[in-house]
């Protein structure tokens, strides 16, 4: 073997291809199963992410405010990498790459720096800060290192810097969002509460959601309703921004303005139950109005109730439009459902999400059949089998709490299904499999502009069903004999 100067390289073992044949057919079977079953101290392919990830999505989701991770450099550009390889947009954030002197003497003369940098340089209406592993190991206390570098005038008095603890050790991107957005409404609407004042504004928490088409529809469904919504991290133009030779650091997010004043909102929603949880509770603490808590509105289901809350805490009736759109959902359904029904799926993805993939493959009389829960508690996991329960094609599901790909794959090697709903980390899973993967999560870094098309909503329900049902028919023409092979499908 020659290396890429020509020169031979001698392997460090050597294996017949008899033994490699022998490894890849075994690891297909019962007994290898049953040994990964058993696996306790290693995590291979766990999918979800860090923390401080999650916290980076939410800093992006505000006008004018940029990122600013306390810790390392190298975690900085992996989230950064990932949210530019999923939206294929650029993801403005700055680190105070702390290195070894940091990690022995603590971060705070990296983040004074860093802040006073990055303010100069960039003039951001906000920096929202966020911590890496390194910071959290050696017990860095943000808010006296935030504080002094007030008292120090490294930072401009009236300059919000909402900061969130986000170690990597714990949790996932989920809770990292959760902890970043519940700092980012502390600090914007702290002192902004007005007795008696009511913006007339219907607030959302999305949740850590990486599809701007999801937000654009959010946006589409307020419009329809003739009413004036307020999305609580508004990625939309941010990770969508239009190509015009203009080059903008901070395109789009929610007002601050805005967002300061939602606290005396008429009503606030999340569709983030678990990936906003803490915010959430403190929002039910603290904002003037209804708050409610509800399902993403993946599906029909959730799409109805989604909608009949906007209508009874708005007093606007539900519009003829979305009605419209909902029998044309329907239909659509109706229309497509042999080609789904009974066909059994491998799932996995954030808990919000998760739980609305399985309740749109119920309403299609598919069948989530393997079901992963990787990061999610014993609560999440009760939830996704009571939602099981609720329907026949539940009967099937098994639920895999806090297994990850690997196990995903024994699974699908051994009692096989049709296809996965899943993101892109599923792929090697899929090809192994010989079954199609749908990527409705994050991060989808192998195809274009699937952050661009709504999966919530009626019209969303309209996408993933068109999604899955011409791919099961392009299996069909790709596999059937010529006899079968008909123009009529
Ligand atoms: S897990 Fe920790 S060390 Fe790894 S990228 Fe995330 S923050 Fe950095």
């Known amino acids: 073997m020659a290396n890429n100067l020509g020169l031979a390289v001698k392997p460090v073992t050597e294996t017949p291809e008899s033994e490699k044949k022998r490894v890849a057919e075994w690891i ?88 006073e940098n990055c303010i100069a340089l960039y003039k951001p209406k906000m920096v929202s800060v966020f911590t890496s592993c390194m910071p959290e190991i050696i017990g860095d206390d943000l808010t006296s290192f935030i504080k002094n570098a007030r008292n120090a005038g490294l930072v401009p008095e009236e300059m919000p810097v909402p900061y969130a603890n986000t ?37 959302l928490i999305p949740g850590f959601d990486a599809n701007t088409g999801n937000f654009r529809e959010y946006k589409r469904i307020f419009s329809e309703f003739g009413i004036e919504g307020l999305i609580l991290g508004d990625i ?68 109805d109730a989604f909608l009949m809350k906007i209508a009874e805490l708005t007093g606007h009736e539900v519009p003829e439009s979305l009605k419209a759109e909902r029998g044309r959902a329907v239909d659509a359904m109706t229309d497509a459902h042999q080609y789904i029904h009974g066909k059994k799926f491998a799932v996995y993805g954030d808990p919000d999400q998760l739980m609305g993939y399985i309740s749109f493959l119920l309403e299609m009389g598919a069948v989530p059949y393997h079901v992963l829960i990787n990061k ?91 999604e899955i049902c011409n791919k099961f028919l392009d299996i069909t023409d790709e596999t059937c004999d010529e006899r079968h092979f008909e123009i009529m499908r």
């Open 376 to 466: 999610g508690t014993k609560k999440v996991a009760k939830e996704v089998q009571a939602l099981l329960d609720s329907s026949p094609y539940g009967a099937k599901a098994t639920i895999y709490h806090k297994h990850d790909l690997w196990h995903l794959r024994s699974l699908l090697m051994t009692d096989p299904v049709d296809a996965i709903i899943g993101d892109t980390h599923g792929k090697g899973l899929a090809r192994d499999a010989g079954i199609p993967l749908f990527r409705f999560g994050f991060p989808i870094f192998d195809r274009v502009n699937l952050h661009r098309r709504p999966i919530i909503g009626y019209q969303g329900a309209i996408n993933m069903l068109t």
């Open 167 to 203: 170690p990597s050790f714990n949790g996932s991107h989920i809770h990292g969002y959760d902890a970043m957005l519940l700092s980012i409404l502390q600090t914007l609407t702290d002192g902004k509460k007005v007795e008696g004042r009511c913006t007339g504004k219907l607030n």
């Open 28 to 115: 297909n079977t019962e007994e290898y199963k049953e040994l990964n079953f058993k696996r306790e101290a290693l995590v291979v392919m766990p999918p979800h992410t860090c923390q401080p990830l999650g916290a980076e999505l939410v800093a992006h989701a505000f006008e004018g405010s940029l990122p600013f991770v306390h810790g390392s450099q190298g975690c900085a550009s992996y989230y950064r990498s990932t949210l530019n390889r999923h939206f294929r947009e650029p993801a403005p954030a700055v680190s105070d790459s702390m290195t070894e002197d940091g990690a022995v003497f603590g971060g705070q003369n990296n983040l004074h720096e860093g802040l």
């Open 236 to 303: 939309s133009d941010v990770f969508d921004s239009p190509l015009d030779g203009e080059y903008r650091t901070y395109p789009g997010g929610t007002p601050l303005e805005d967002a300061a004043d939602s606290i005396n909102g008429k009503a606030t929603i999340t569709v983030g139950p678990r990936s906003s949880a803490k915010t959430f509770k403190w929002v039910e603490d603290n904002y003037a109005g209804t708050n409610e808590s509800m399902p993403m509105p993946l599906g029909i289901a959730n799409t």
